[in-house]
């Protein structure tokens, strides 16, 4: 478990648990704010597979994120040469993908995903053995471009996904380790 004091609170992560956490992520998941996570129609059934799934997987992880104990968030990574980017660009020793995402709220906390995602790179880079943390989000989905670029990332080039039309982007940690310290 990793836990970060943020301006916003205590962040801390942990792993998903796939049967006892499922419920909760459907209601993240098929939110209308998540309409880049791609599970919208997905029934609570769909959601514990998928992560019974993740958990089975030796390249595919995912961890819940609370927010001062309670979930808040969620956070997958991956390892490229093997998930999501197979065959889409040249993966590099150390590279690790990311996602993440926020949960839907009534009651927005300022700066609260912009602390989430300097967490969510911050427990990747904990890791030696990351050197680049690469994302591929929706060319369309202009608000993580600009919370990507705030931590670090540079962006690469567009990329073809079955599912969608991606920006590859990477972050090195010394590029995350200026974007936050300054």
């Given at each position: 478990?990793?836990?970060?004091?943020?301006a916003v609170g205590r962040?801390?992560?942990?792993?998903?648990?796939?049967?006892?956490?499922?419920?909760l992520l459907h209601g993240w998941v098929t939110d209308p704010k998540a309409a880049y996570w791609?599970?919208?129609?997905?029934k609570p059934v769909d959601v514990e597979r998928a992560y019974l799934d993740i958990a089975?997987?030796?390249h595919h992880h995912a961890l819940l994120g609370l927010h001062d104990g309670?979930?808040?968030?969620?956070?997958?990574?991956?390892?490229?040469?093997?998930?999501?980017?197979v065959g889409l660009y040249?993966?590099?020793?150390?590279?690790?993908g990311m996602h993440f995402l926020v949960a839907p709220t009534d009651r927005p906390v300022h700066g609260f995903t912009r602390a989430v995602i300097t967490a969510v790179m911050a427990r990747l880079f904990e890791d030696p053995a990351t050197a680049r943390v690469v994302?591929?989000?929706?060319?369309?989905?202009?608000a993580v471009h600009t919370l990507n670029e705030a931590v670090g990332f540079v962006p690469e080039r567009e990329i073809r996904?079955?599912?969608k039309k991606a920006l590859l982007s990477f972050c090195t940690r010394e590029q995350f380790e200026k974007a936050v310290l300054v």
């Open positions: 478990m990793t836990t970060t004091t943020t962040l801390t992560l942990r792993p998903l648990d796939p049967l006892e956490d499922a419920e791609m599970m919208q129609d997905a089975a997987d030796p309670a979930p808040a968030f969620l956070m997958e990574y991956y390892d490229p040469a093997h998930r999501e980017l040249e993966p590099r020793p150390g590279d690790v994302v591929e989000p929706d060319v369309s989905n202009k996904k079955p599912e």
